[in-house]
């Protein structure tokens, strides 16, 4: 266990609808990062929250959106979906913006139907 | 872009032999992570290198980091079923404030 919790596990939802996907860190941890891991495309990094300020962005498209909350727990929102962002998304956390270390969640499998 | 190139993307072999899955790019990365990712769990930190040339045992898995930073390799000896999964190697460019750039794995099946 390694002390990220994600919810929901799973979600099926349908084309141009929008879901949250919430994230708590491990205890102690100020950094949240976002990924998505598709099997063409492998693990990609989407955006990074450090004490409640966005930090750094990857590959995030624009009809999705983060934030993290005074409590450090983290929310993605993805809008407007579409077939392909099928994926599992996870969450990850650390206890420095500089230490890249991260302790993965076990993920949220979103499937758009 | 920072590409992670790892090989080879399959590997199936019989319980007690020895591998080596490799991890390369033409970019140099301030340090590198290894993953190991079951099905359906999210990847678990294995090992971090940082100096180049740098090598790291963890029981039965060596890591080593090129002299150059832009490559790393796992070496795991008599393997056992339960290393089976998928090996993850990850790189960071500096700083921490770009994420990770994960390759895309090594499906690692290990037979009895």
């Known amino acids: 266990d390694s002390g990220v919790t994600q919810t929901p596990k799973h979600l099926i939802t349908a084309t141009g609808q929008r879901v949250t996907l919430r994230c708590s860190p491990r205890s102690g941890d100020l950094s949240v990062y976002w990924y998505q891991q598709s099997l063409d495309q492998g693990l990609q990094f989407l955006i990074q929250y450090y004490n409640g300020e966005e930090r750094a962005k990857g590959n995030i498209l624009e009809r999705f959106s983060a934030q993290q909350f005074p409590d450090l727990h983290s929310e993605l929102n993805l809008s407007s979906l579409e077939l392909g962002d099928s994926a599992l998304y996870f969450c990850?956390?650390?206890?420095?913006?500089?230490?890249?270390?991260?302790?993965f969640g076990q993920g949220t499998r979103l499937t758009v139907v | 872009t920072q590409l992670l190139e790892q090989s080879p993307q399959f590997l199936s072999i019989q319980e007690g032999e020895n591998l080596t899955v490799y991890c390369n790019s033409s970019?140099?990365?301030?340090?590198l992570q290894w993953y190991r990712q079951e099905p359906g769990e999210g990847p678990v930190l294995l090992v971090t290198?940082?100096?180049?040339?740098e090598v790291k045992k963890l029981k039965r898995l060596t890591f080593q980091f090129g002299d150059a930073r832009k490559d790393s390799s796992l070496h795991i000896t008599a393997a056992q079923p339960g290393d089976t999964g998928l090996y993850l190697c990850?790189?960071?460019?500096?700083?921490?404030?770009?994420?990770?750039?994960f390759g895309k794995g090594t499906h690692l099946i290990i037979q009895p």
């Open positions: 290198v940082v100096t180049g040339g």
């Open positions: 970019s140099v990365f301030s340090s």
């Open positions: 990850a956390s650390g206890d420095s913006p500089s230490n890249t270390e991260a302790f």
């Open positions: 990850a790189g960071n460019s500096g700083g921490g404030a770009d994420g990770l750039t």
